[in-house]
């Protein structure tokens, strides 16, 4: 279950909210209860985000940048898995394989975006967007210029703009569904504490390590 509480259908007033559960559950169907989307998805992220229409229409406008944008699909989409691969977010990178998969983007190309340093299936301009998009993740936007000097050789400065505003939007995206546990990353926290078998007292490691 997600963190927050998923509105239904019959709470909303926003015709724009409406307008999504209709086109992506069924008009039919109450999205906060019968889960469910036409892309197989659970689509919680949808009834969450209906919290606050302000920030479900402005979500939603932003996925209309895809509309008039200059940059190739492929590459756009490469820049979203691996952010989502490097943020963690099991929902993002999932999707934006799909999606990959759906522009006729190789099959060894999606398998190698997790370990895409040591793969040879991409080609250069691939490889900068790749480490372009893990310098905006793990780095926080600190890119090499040897990056930034393969992108500038191959795009124009609309699509590097393009590239880095919609690879940090799905950076974001992919902290929200973590962080609320929206979609795919509706999980519990994998690391925890391994606890001592009944018997055995704590000891101190360190000391038993170092000889001391």
Known sequence: MPRLREVPRAEVTDERILFYYDRLFGPDKDP???HGTVHATPGDWWTV????????????RGFAVYRNATLDPALRELGQSRAGFARGSQFVFSQHCKQMRSLGVPEEKIEAIPHWQVSEVFSPLERAVLAYTD?????GGRVPDAVFEVLRGALSDQEILELTYITTLY???????RALRLEYDD??????????????AARDLSADLSGA
């Open 32 to 34: 906060a209860v019968d």
């Open 49 to 60: 985000f209906a919290q606050s229409p302000e920030v479900f229409r402005h979500a939603v």
């Open 135 to 139: 310098g905006l993740v793990y780095d």
């Open 171 to 177: 950076d974001m995206h992919a902290t929200i569904c």
């Open 187 to 200: 999980r519990p926290e994998l690391i925890e504490e391994v606890q001592l078998p009944e018997g055995v």
